[in-house]
């Protein structure tokens, strides 16, 4: 039996990063990036107008107040989108559009509110500006050759909409794994069918998708296989074109070993099969053909923990991100929980965001709440191998898996 720390280890040394993949933008929120991003032109491409107004020389109004305005021949409108074509002349000057491309020749805008327009061709100016006033300068926001992303970042929303503004229609990102799992067990049935003696739903067979689903794989449901050896040879070489695959052993501990002996014969390198950690001691970890073989109990609580613990940082690996494991907040303990024994442990508990800070509020975990276990559960406090007890009220670091609540 190897050490939690001994065990995730490993994991992560028999797990490599996926190749990237070009992708359209809109499919790569949440991907991360395989490729620095850097920008192939300015951004605005031209001076634009930043309000709407009079484009003029700066020069021509530098004695311009409200007693005394300057008279400018006004040469015509440019609106947003359109550009125009002549050189603004000393003396002239030309309507804009809001988010129009400025004219050539003039240096700064005059406000609307600082000028009246005597007839068509004329506009007197009751103010002096500096030049570039108004304008929003070419490259002002972005410049040509300027790094905007750097490789190895998570895309957001907003990200792909800049990707989209330096006129990206395709970005590199590390692929998502596809990871194929099945329920092995002469016990187990499907959730839609009735339980007989001595039969239980496998609850795992949709447990694991979600979690899945969640770590951004890609899953491959096999379904539920008995316990024959050569079925499982079978599903086991059908998952070989996956990068990770993942076998619920059922209850038993007997069919866990029964399994563990079925995949080694069938080409499985184990790594190790009993993690010191409670839930989720009886873990199995090999490789086959490359890649991460994952072998899990039943048990709801286990399969818990050994997906956000082993499985999750695995992905998350695979997908290239450099912080692999959880956020961690620091709460007060809302009642006291136990550990020892040798054994890191997991204690599923409720967040609640108060005035004075987080509270960790630990959920029941005996074998018989199994089920219920992790309900209301949006943490997890894990608690060193050489720490017996915690004491309520004091300050614990606890993993978020959910959004904390608020108390009311």
């Known amino acids: 039996m190897i050490s939690f720390e001994k065990a995730q280890q490993i994991v992560l040394e028999n797990t490599e990063i996926l190749e ?16 620095d991003i850097i920008s192939k032109e300015d951004i605005p491409c031209a001076d634009i107008a930043r309000i709407g107004g009079f484009a003029i020389r700066s020069a021509d109004v530098v004695s311009s107040d409200q007693r005394s305005p300057v008279a400018l021949i006004l040469d015509g409108f440019v609106r947003a989108g359109c550009c125009w074509k002549k050189i603004v002349q000393s003396g002239h000057a030309v309507m804009v559009e809001a988010g129009a491309p400025l004219p050539e020749g003039a240096d700064t805008i005059i406000s609307s509110d600082f000028a009246v327009r005597e007839n068509s061709k004329s506009v007197k100016i009751y103010r002096r500006e500096k030049p570039g006033e108004h304008i929003f300068m070419r490259g002002g926001e972005i410049e040509e050759g300027e790094l905007i992303f750097s490789k190895n970042r998570i895309l957001s929303s907003s990200d792909i909409g800049i990707l989209a503004t330096l006129g990206l229609t395709e970005v590199s990102c590390y692929r998502n794994p596809r990871v194929s799992f099945f329920t092995c067990g002469d016990d187990l049935v499907m959730p839609h069918q009735p339980i007989d003696v001595g039969k239980i739903r496998s609850a795992n067979i949709f447990a694991i998708e979600a979690h899945l689903k969640e770590y951004h794989a890609a899953p491959d449901n096999m379904g539920i296989v008995g316990l024959d050896p050569e079925e499982i040879r079978k599903y086991l070489e059908n998952a070989g074109n996956s990068d990770m695959l993942i076998v619920s052993t059922g209850s038993s501990p007997a069919v866990f070993d029964k399994i563990k002996m079925v995949l080694q014969k069938g080409g499985m390198d184990l790594k190790f099969w009993r993690v010191a ?26 399969t818990t923990i050994v997906m956000e613990e082993f499985v999750r940082p695995a ?13 961690e907040v620091v ?10 024994g040798g054994k890191t442990h997991f204690v599923g508990a409720e967040i609640k965001l108060t005035d004075d800070g987080f509270l960790a509020i630990p959920e029941n975990h005996r074998p018989r709440k199994n089920v219920r276990a992790l309900i209301c559960a949006n943490g997890i406090i894990v608690i060193p191998p050489e720490i017996n007890y915690i004491e309520a009220g004091e300050m614990v670091k606890i993993q978020v898996i959910g959004d904390p609540t608020d108390l009311n």
């Open 331 to 340: 709460a007060r303990l809302d009642r006291e929980i136990k550990g020892g």
């Open 277 to 302: 950690i409670r839930p989720g001691k009886p873990l199995i970890f090999g490789t086959y053909n490359g890649i991460p073989v994952f072998g899990l109990s039943e048990n709801h609580l286990s």
């Open 315 to 327: 992905i998350m690996k695979m997908l290239g991100r450099r912080e692999i494991r959880r956020t």
């Open 20 to 35: 990237p993949i070009k992708m359209p933008i809109v499919e790569s929120y949440g991907m991360v990036l395989a490729e």
